[in-house]
């Protein structure tokens, strides 16, 4: 079995600061991860993924995560938060073959300025 | 806005009523998804299809019934339905199936059961 979660359901901070969203995950063989992004009356969009290669992985918009097995965690990371990051973020975990995605649920990201 | 569209974007309907909900994807994939996103709960995968044909099904009431006609087209169909129903439904495609393969999402569906 797997499971996914996501420590804070919100996470505020002011434009220009950094953005840590926390992710930790269970699972009983090697797990690929990923985050998607959520915009407001949007679908999801794929920010970075890991799948066994290298341990810091880098996305799109300026996010990266890394993957540390020994702390089962894939915690997000921005050096400088924008006001277009606002938005709701996922952490998912799957094994490496199959189909199915377990979501976590979900932070929601408040950028003031 | 991704290559995969969805219609209506917001539905309200009965306890009574049949309705079907659209996706489309123009980006050439071979596979199509439902998830369901309901208010305080992780996204849910409904059901997965591969050429055309259902490879995956969640454990989903028989009140949804999908149906992928061609790799382009996946309808949701929906009879009988229960409030609890009522979430957001993504539609997304992947080149193939797999996790090897990005899935992109759909707007979403907003579907109200009163």
């Known amino acids: 079995a797997q499971s996914v979660t996501q420590l804070d359901s919100h996470v505020s901070v002011s434009e220009g600061t950094p953005v840590l969203l926390r992710c930790n995950y269970s699972s009983s063989y090697s797990p690929s991860l990923f985050w998607y992004v959520q915009h407001p009356n949007k679908g999801l969009q794929l920010l970075l993924k890991?799948?066994?290669?290298?341990?810091l992985v880098k996305g799109i918009n300026g996010f990266e995560a890394e993957f540390k097995k020994s702390e089962t965690s894939f915690h997000l990371t921005k050096p400088s938060a924008h006001m277009s990051d606002a938005a709701e973020y996922f952490c998912v975990v799957t094994k490496a073959a199959g189909n199915k995605l377990t979501f976590g649920g979900g932070t929601r990201v408040l950028v003031k300025p | 806005e991704t290559g995969v569209t969805q219609t209506p974007r917001h539905l309200v309907m009965g306890m009574t009523n049949k309705k079907s909900l659209k996706c489309e994807q123009h980006?050439?994939?071979?596979?199509m998804y439902w998830y369901k996103q309901s208010a305080k709960k992780p996204l849910e995968l409904m059901f997965v299809y591969s050429l055309e044909e259902r490879v995956e099904n969640n454990s989903v009431p028989s009140r949804f019934s999908p149906e992928c006609p061609n790799s382009s087209h996946l309808f949701l169909h929906l009879h009988t339905l229960q409030p609890e129903d009522s979430a957001l439904y993504l539609c997304a495609s992947s080149q193939e199936a797999g996790l090897a393969y990005e899935q992109y999402f759909g707007p979403g569906t907003r579907l109200t059961v009163t």
């Open positions: 890991y799948t066994s290669a290298a341990t």
């Open positions: 980006l050439g994939h071979n596979a």
